[in-house]
């Protein structure tokens, strides 16, 4: 399709103190913050690698992932995966406190979060739809990689929207075309606690093109879109 598929209403985000203030609510203190703000049942062992490799390369990092209450046994069963990986990549030092899982948040709550967040990571190979939406609406910055997501690539559709290109030095790499391209955005990110010029640059560009996610004059080129989809559906099923 042309555009994102969706019409989403702008949310209305809160008041949103600074992303320092921010990360004291939620005790995350000195770390720099890759928040994972997706479902449990999106997380592929491809995609433990990076987060691994992240934590790697940065020994203030802290990995934030939100779940359920009622997926304990998924969040149990990622979180084993994940110290195994980094336990053996960082020979047998204890990887406790490199992850930290919260529960649901109300919606004021996750704002914050989002806002918190130094980094947001868009998983593979299922990425995020509205949530990419709603961290963007909150002075959120994300990275993606559309290479392997391959269910949805809202977020690099987000991002062109906004002007970002793959590859593209003014972007900086936060639509990524590899693995490794992916990680060195995060962590460029993040650095510093994300009090770093790389990310006030894309944070910027975000903030001055964003209401192209929300323009009402796109509803009628959305609804274009999935006319045509399904007619070329019903067209394709008439010549069987």
Not at 202 to 227: A, C, G, Y
Request: with cysteine; glycine share 8%.
């Amino acid at each position: 399709m042309e555009g994102l598929t969706v019409k989403f209403t702008k949310p209305t985000t809160p008041h949103l103190s600074s992303r320092s203030d921010s990360k004291e609510l939620f005790n995350f203190h000195l770390n720099n913050v890759y928040l994972v703000p997706q479902t449990l049942m999106k997380f592929h062992v491809d995609f433990d690698s990076v987060m691994v490799e992240i934590l790697k390369a940065d020994p203030k990092g802290l990995i934030v992932i939100t779940y359920n209450e009622n997926q304990i046994l998924w969040k149990n069963k990622l979180l084993k995966r994940l110290e195994n990986k980094l336990g053996r990549q960082e020979k047998g030092q204890a990887p406790s406190g490199r992850f930290k899982f919260l529960p649901s948040l109300e919606k004021t709550q996750f704002y914050h979060l989002l806002n918190a967040a130094d980094c947001i990571l868009d998983p593979f190979p299922w990425g995020g739809g509205v949530t990419a939406l709603e961290s963007f609406a909150s002075g959120g910055v994300m990275v993606t990689l559309p290479k392997k997501q391959h269910v949805v690539t809202l977020a690099a559709g987000m991002y062109e929207l906004m002007g970002f290109v793959p590859g593209d030095e003014e972007s900086g790499g936060v639509v990524a075309r590899s693995e490794s391209e992916y990680i060195e955005a995060a962590l460029k990110l993040a650095a510093n606690g994300g009090a770093n010029d790389f990310r006030q640059k894309v944070e910027q560009k975000i903030s001055q093109n964003i209401d192209n996610l929300f323009d009402e004059s796109r509803l009628r080129e959305t609804m274009q879109d999935w006319e045509t989809m399904l007619l070329s559906f019903r067209g394709s099923k008439q010549n069987e």
